[in-house]
Every structure is written in structure tokens, then in C-alpha cells.
């Protein structure tokens, strides 16, 4: 079996290159099957070992944040220390209890922390993210979504605390964003807000678990729906996460093989014109854009996470 | 005849057409997963139902043609999906 084989149709039967053989495609199938259990396990295993590290920054979030807050002709919001115990202390509550949400499974709520730390607030909102890579994907990836966009973009806010914290969260090493936004309750009556705007911040336990797949009004602006919105970080990785980082090292490997593919079509494609010979086989066009496709999609995937 | 011929032929070229639009609609949602998603989901079905209709009029539909189609279409699938993890 010589070499050229597993790259170029065979010269004389014009079959496919091996690695283009069936055979091969199921080889494939199978390693990013078992790449992907592998990171499974690992992670049920040895918690905490795999994740995205990453460089975010608690000052730099709140620099990003005013500078879209004030793009929209609002206002900066201040950074309020009591604002960043409370979404300290819900950082770390989420780790402690090991969840994803902006309900606790004991019930805590966001309500309580801010409060809890001595923010009497007439006005309240937060948003969560998880395993971005950098603070400005952080906030983009706020902004493209429409509800948390609306609570960067609330008119009534004045302050903002922020928790940037490293921590295990179900089994996977990440690193939790929460941001807290408030108008200190003082604030608020100056300003005369209508009763109904402080009665909708101040209840929304009472609405139940059911209200966290609802619409937040826009005078809550408290993004309380679980409604996981997945957005894209760039690759700013070094080769040495690689080991570390699974998306990373999935996202690497994928588009390796891709890549692989689309070459070797292209030299099925090339060759078998050349020798102008008739096979019935798949045809190559199809192949190649699917794989620009699934090449795309796979490069503007990211582990990042809002909530 | 003619008019039969020229329309299974076009399928072999709608698709690249139509990848060309989720190509641009992948950069364009560059921040959501989930459309990241829906996009890959549309493409492999768009590609395993044009390239069967394709084939089945080419009278080139055969179980080798086919599974390399669901073969390719089931990879693009996983590298992406997998990728969730």
C-alpha cells in the first residue's frame, strides 16, 4: 500500500484516497465521540482540572459597560462596593451550591444578596456570565442579547458591582462574571418612580419558578429567565491550554480535520478531472461547502455563556 | 425531459448557494451558539436532501453514494455539536 494512496484516488481503480474511505469517516467520527466523552469523564473525575482560563478583569467589565451605557447617551453608572460584595457573594454562593442560575436551588434570589449586603435598592437588575475568555467578550455577548442588553441600557440604574471568581462549577474549571446594577431606593424617590415600577422589583419571588421563562418587564430590567444564550469567544489561547481547555482543543481538532477533508476533496475532485475518468460516487461540491459551513460554524462557537 | 433534467440539476448547485448564505449568517451571529447550531442543523439537512434528490434523478443513488453523504453530514454535525460539551 503505498503512501500517495491514503492522499490521491488509487491510479488505477480511481478509488477514493483511504483517508476519504469510509472506513476513515467512521475513524473520525469515532475520535471526536471519544474526545468528547474523554473531556466528560474527566471532568466527573477530576473536577476542576479542565476549563477555559481566563483574563478577565472587575474594573475593565465596568469601563466596557458605561462606555455602551454611554454610547446610548445614558448615563455611567458608579461602582458601588456594596454592590460588589452582593455580587461576590453570589459568585460564590453559585459555586457553593454548584448552579447556573439567578435562582439558587435553596431560593436564594438576586434580590436578597444586594439587599443581604445593605443596598436598598428601588431599582435592580443582574446579569450572569460564564467561561469567556476576556471582559470585552463578556460584555459584547451582554449586548447582543436583547434582555441583558436592557439592563446594561436601564435608564434608572446609578450603581453597579461586579464579582469576577475562578471556581468549579459541575465538575468544569470556569470563571464566573456577575453584575449587579441598583438604584439606591433614597435615589429613587427624588426621582419619583411610578408605584408599579417599584412594586415589579420588589415581588418577583412571588412569581415562582415560572417567571424565570418569562419576559422581564422593562422596569425590572432583572434578567430572571433561564434562558441560556450561548455567544462566541475568540480564540486569544495559547498552544498550552490546549491540554487544558476542551473547547479549545475540540475547536483545534475539528478545524484540523476540516481542513484535512477539504484538501483532500479538493485533490479527489482535481485529479479524478484530470484523468477524465466516470465514477459513480458522491459528489464533491456538496462535500466541500458542508464542510465551510460546519468550518464556520465551529469557528464562531465559544464556551462562553449568559444567563 | 429537458425541463426535468435542468431542475434535479439545480440542486447541485442550490446548495452552495445556500452554504454561502449560512456562511454569512454564521459571522454574522459570530456571539450565539445557538445559532451556531440551527446553522449546521439547516446545512446538513439541506445537504443530505438536495444530494439525494439529486442522485435519485441522476439514477446514481446508490448505498455507497448515500452513506458518504450521511457519513460527511454526520461529522460536520459532531465537530460542532461535540464541541458543547
Same mark, same amino acid.
Given at each position: 500500500?503505498?503512501?500517495?494512496?491514503?492522499?490521491?484516488?488509487?491510479?488505477?481503480?480511481?478509488?477514493?484516497?483511504?483517508?476519504?474511505?469510509?472506513?476513515?469517516?467512521?475513524?473520525? =467520527?469515532?475520535?471526536?465521540?471519544?474526545?468528547?466523552?474523554?473531556?466528560?469523564?474527566?471532568?466527573?473525575?477530576?473536577?476542576?482540572?479542565?476549563?477555559?482560563?481566563?483574563? =478577565?478583569?472587575?474594573?475593565?467589565?465596568?469601563?466596557?459597560?458605561?462606555?455602551?451605557?454611554?454610547?446610548?447617551?445614558?448615563?455611567?453608572?458608579?461602582?458601588?462596593?456594596?454592590?460588589?460584595? $452582593?455580587?461576590?457573594?453570589?459568585?460564590?454562593?453559585?459555586?457553593?451550591?454548584?448552579?447556573? $442560575? +439567578?435562582?439558587?436551588?435553596?431560593?436564594?434570589?438576586?434580590?436578597?444578596?444586594?439587599?443581604?449586603?445593605?443596598?436598598?435598592?428601588?431599582?435592580?437588575?443582574?446579569?450572569?456570565?460564564?467561561?469567556?475568555?476576556?471582559?470585552?467578550?463578556?460584555?459584547?455577548?451582554?449586548?447582543?442579547?436583547?434582555?441583558?442588553?436592557?439592563?446594561?441600557?436601564?435608564?434608572?440604574?446609578?450603581?453597579?458591582?461586579?464579582?469576577?471568581?475562578?471556581?468549579?462549577?459541575?465538575?468544569?474549571?470556569?470563571?464566573?462574571?456577575?453584575?449587579?446594577?441598583?438604584?439606591?431606593?433614597?435615589?429613587? =424617590?427624588?426621582?419619583?418612580?411610578?408605584?408599579?415600577?417599584?412594586?415589579?422589583?420588589?415581588?418577583?419571588?412571588?412569581?415562582?419558578?415560572?417567571?424565570?421563562?418569562?419576559?422581564?418587564?422593562?422596569?425590572?430590567?432583572?434578567?430572571?429567565?433561564?434562558?441560556?444564550?450561548? =455567544?462566541?469567544?475568540?480564540?486569544?489561547?495559547?498552544?498550552?491550554?490546549?491540554?487544558?481547555?476542551?473547547?479549545?482543543?475540540?475547536?483545534?481538532?475539528?478545524?484540523?480535520?476540516?481542513?484535512?477533508?477539504?484538501?483532500?476533496?479538493?485533490?479527489?475532485?482535481?485529479?479524478?478531472?484530470?484523468?477524465?475518468?466516470?465514477?459513480?460516487?458522491?459528489? +464533491?461540491?456538496?462535500?466541500?461547502?458542508?464542510?465551510?459551513?460546519?468550518?464556520?460554524?465551529?469557528?464562531?462557537?465559544?464556551?462562553?455563556?449568559?444567563? | 425531459?429537458? @425541463? !426535468?433534467?435542468?431542475?434535479? !440539476?439545480?440542486?447541485?448547485?442550490?446548495?452552495?448557494?445556500?452554504?454561502?448564505?449560512? @456562511?454569512?449568517?454564521?459571522?454574522?451571529?459570530?456571539?450565539?451558539?445557538?445559532?451556531?447550531?440551527?446553522?449546521?442543523?439547516?446545512?446538513?439537512?439541506?445537504?443530505?436532501?438536495?444530494?439525494?434528490?439529486?442522485?435519485?434523478?441522476? !439514477?446514481?443513488?446508490?448505498?455507497?453514494?448515500?452513506?458518504?453523504?450521511?457519513?460527511?453530514?454526520?461529522?460536520?454535525?459532531?465537530?460542532?455539536?461535540?464541541?458543547? @460539551?
Amino acid at each position: 500500500m503505498k503512501l500517495s494512496h491514503f492522499f490521491l484516488p488509487h491510479p488505477e481503480t480511481h478509488k477514493k484516497a483511504h483517508l476519504l474511505s469510509f472506513k476513515a469517516l467512521a475513524v473520525y =467520527i469515532f475520535f471526536f465521540l471519544m474526545l468528547s466523552l474523554t473531556f466528560r469523564t474527566a471532568n466527573v473525575y477530576n473536577p476542576g482540572v479542565l476549563g477555559v482560563d481566563s483574563s =478577565i478583569s472587575q474594573s475593565e467589565v465596568i469601563r466596557l459597560t458605561n462606555i455602551e451605557r454611554e454610547k446610548n447617551g445614558l448615563q455611567a453608572v458608579s461602582e458601588d462596593p456594596r454592590l460588589n460584595a $452582593a455580587a461576590m457573594e453570589k459568585a460564590k454562593n453559585m459555586f457553593e451550591e454548584n448552579y447556573w $442560575a +439567578h435562582f439558587s436551588p435553596s431560593g436564594k434570589d438576586p434580590w436578597g444578596f444586594i439587599n443581604g449586603a445593605g443596598y436598598k435598592f428601588s431599582y435592580a437588575g443582574e446579569n450572569l456570565a460564564k467561561s469567556f475568555y476576556q471582559s470585552d467578550e463578556v460584555v459584547k455577548a451582554w449586548m447582543a442579547s436583547r434582555t441583558h442588553r436592557e439592563n446594561i441600557l436601564n435608564k434608572h440604574y446609578l450603581n453597579i458591582g461586579i464579582a469576577v471568581l475562578e471556581g468549579t462549577l459541575n465538575g468544569e474549571k470556569t470563571t464566573l462574571v456577575v453584575q449587579e446594577f441598583g438604584t439606591p431606593v433614597d435615589t429613587a =424617590i427624588a426621582q419619583i418612580p411610578s408605584e408599579a415600577a417599584v412594586k415589579s422589583i420588589q415581588t418577583p419571588k412571588e412569581a415562582g419558578p415560572a417567571a424565570q421563562t418569562a419576559q422581564p418587564s422593562p422596569t425590572v430590567a432583572a434578567s430572571a429567565q433561564v434562558q441560556a444564550q450561548i =455567544i462566541v469567544a475568540s480564540d486569544k489561547q495559547t498552544l498550552s491550554s490546549l491540554a487544558t481547555d476542551p473547547y479549545l482543543a475540540f475547536k483545534v481538532a475539528g478545524l484540523t480535520l476540516l481542513f484535512g477533508l477539504f484538501v483532500l476533496i479538493l485533490l479527489d475532485l482535481y485529479v479524478i478531472r484530470r484523468r477524465a475518468v466516470y465514477r459513480i460516487t458522491a459528489r +464533491h461540491i456538496p462535500h466541500l461547502a458542508l464542510l465551510s459551513v460546519a468550518a464556520s460554524a465551529l469557528f464562531n462557537l465559544s464556551p462562553g455563556q449568559i444567563l | 425531459m429537458r @425541463i !426535468k433534467t435542468a431542475t434535479y !440539476k439545480l440542486f447541485s448547485h442550490i446548495f452552495l448557494l445556500i452554504s454561502l448564505i449560512l @456562511i454569512f449568517f454564521s459571522f454574522l451571529y459570530k456571539d450565539w451558539n445557538v445559532h451556531q447550531y440551527e446553522i449546521i442543523s439547516l446545512a446538513v439537512a439541506i445537504y443530505l436532501g438536495s444530494s439525494m434528490i439529486y442522485h435519485y434523478f441522476d !439514477k446514481t443513488l446508490t448505498l455507497e453514494v448515500g452513506l458518504e453523504y450521511v457519513l460527511i453530514g454526520l461529522l460536520a454535525f459532531l465537530v460542532v455539536f461535540g464541541v458543547a @460539551i
